[in-house]
């Protein structure tokens, strides 16, 4: 992680972290749980887990709140709360559908990116907040776009979602699970395009084995570049 000075105006500067790093942690990071409360590690990761998981680094986390004066859309808010553990707010609208186990899932994964990644910019150090006066905001609300793919710009929605793929998809048991695929499917060593029909047939593997939405496991698949969009062939698959 490095500091680079915020654009968007919330801090004098921010963390940038780069995918591999954020890879790497977060894959550590739901192993060692899994293995301290299972034993082992298999995937999908449940999502008993993935609450308990929250609730470690969270002061508090209500899974069936109601969201509907955060704005239009908004599904996940995190609470930064200088001296405390953040609180974590799942709308009641994705919890209590059994018809989207997977969205909240991918919400919980999100929110809790937010917790572990962030929290600490808002906490005291040397006796100044790290955050400016002008930064205001000490609410992280997540609307179904910014979950999953939200743009660079928005920094911390985009690494919230960049951690809510690592851990549901860490990076080594995605690319063995795409090897696999290949391998059974004869596939060779090309990249998969994401348009084409074997590039679809993977997205829903990825979905189903994982527990995610199909959405969801296109969008990691693309970021580590096991799947081609546009042309574009990438490396990631024997990284």
Known sequence: MKWVKDRSGRFPERPH???EELDETCEEIISHFLRRRRGHVQYPVVTEDLT????????????????SAEGPDVEGVTEFIPGRRPRVR????????????????T???????HVRFHD????????????????????AKCNRTSIIGASQQDWMEWQAGYVCGAILMPR??????????????????AVLDVGSAEGAALIREIAERFAVSREAARVRLLKLNLLA??????????A
């Open 172 to 189: 080594h048991p995605l690319q063995e699970a795409v090897r696999s695929y290949r391998t059974a499917g004869g596939l060779g060593s």
């Open 17 to 19: 972290y780069d995918p």
């Open 229 to 238: 969009e546009g042309g574009h062939v990438g490396s990631g698959l024997f």
């Open 90 to 105: 799942i709308s009641k609208e994705i919890s209590g559908h059994p018809g989207l186990e997977n969205r909240f899932r």
């Open 52 to 67: 308990l998981l929250i609730e470690e680094f969270a002061e508090d986390l209500d899974a069936y709140a109601d969201l």
């Open 107 to 113: 919400t919980l994964s999100h929110e809790f990116g």
């Open 120 to 139: 600490f910019m808002y906490q005291m150090r040397d006796g100044e907040s790290l955050f400016t006066t002008t930064a205001t905001d000490v609410n």
